[in-house]
């Protein structure tokens, strides 16, 4: 794993400091589709970092897919969200070593392998 690409609906700036390196999509251009996401994710073995139910669908049927964290809580303000994500992104982390897929809601997590 290279690295964390942040998909559109996602702070490209994160006020803590992941282990490995956040990539914003904007680097694929003005907002690019999900197969290009997907693509990009697999090529650099990047985690794609989402909030979208598009990526989850094509995880189950894909053969060999990125890595993928799923944010599934609600919208909250700035300040709560990054404190939020600097709490649990060291769990989010450990639980990727052995896991392709993370579902992170705001009271637990769920990782598939």
């Known amino acids: 794993m290279n690295g964390?690409?942040?998909d559109e609906h996602?702070?490209?700036h994160l006020q803590f400091t992941p282990s490995w390196p956040i990539i914003p999509v904007g680097v694929l251009g003005v907002s690019p589709t999900d197969t290009q996401i997907w693509q990009y994710a697999q090529q650099h073995h990047l985690v794609i970092v989402?909030?979208?139910a598009d990526?989850?669908?094509?995880?189950?049927?894909d053969a060999s897919p990125p890595k993928i964290v799923h944010r599934r809580f609600g919208n909250m303000r700035k300040r709560g969200f990054h404190a939020f994500l600097a709490r649990v992104w060291p769990q989010?982390?450990?639980l990727l070593v052995d896991h392709r897929?993370?579902?992170?809601?705001?009271?637990?997590?769920e990782a598939l392998r």
């Open 50 to 52: 989402t909030k979208d």
């Open 55 to 61: 990526f989850s669908d094509r995880f189950m049927v």
């Open 4 to 6: 964390f690409l942040l």
């Open 101 to 109: 897929y993370i579902r992170v809601y705001r009271d637990r997590m």
């Open 92 to 94: 989010i982390e450990a």
């Open 10 to 12: 996602l702070p490209a």
